[in-house]
Nanobody, 128 residues
Framework: QVQLVESGGGLVQAGDSLRLSCAAS????????MGWFRQAPGKEREFVTAIGRGGGSTYYADSVKGRFTISRDNAKNTVTLQMNSLKPEDKAVYYCAAKYVKYGSSGPYLRESSYDYWGQGTQVTVSS
């Protein structure tokens, strides 16, 4: 059982930056594509970004492209979401998720239902 623990959420003002981290409990972390999803109040959970096993491939929702950056450190079993130029509409609970894939698999890993493990979420609030 893989455990994912997010951290780094908080309250910021519009235009500020925030960095989220997700730590995985398993050494098999490097066999998983990793994604970030978010759920705003009253809305369904949506895809934000994903990164392939090796970190060489990244995918972004149009709403965050150019502002958010996903990265991973397989040696430390962590994935990071750097969020810049935050907007009030970025307010949501952000979830880290792991999707175990075969070597050579390609993304964009959009489907929430295809992920195997989820973290508990971390709240991001952006004030205007």
């Amino acid at each position: 059982q893989v455990q994912l623990v997010e951290s780094g959420g908080g309250l910021v003002q519009a235009g500020d930056s925030l960095r989220l981290s997700c730590a995985a409990s398993e050494r098999t972390f490097s066999s998983a594509a990793m994604g970030w999803f978010r759920q705003a109040p009253g809305k369904e959970r949506e895809f934000v970004t994903a990164i392939g096993r090796g970190g060489g491939s990244t995918y972004y929702a149009d709403s965050v492209k150019g502002r958010f950056t996903i990265s991973r450190d397989n040696a430390k079993n962590t994935v990071t979401l750097q969020m810049n130029s935050l907007k009030p509409e970025d307010k949501a609970v952000y979830y880290c998720a792991a999707k175990y894939v075969k070597y050579g698999s390609s993304g964009p890993y959009l489907r929430e239902s295809s992920y195997d493990y989820w973290g508990q979420g971390t709240q991001v609030t952006v004030s205007s």
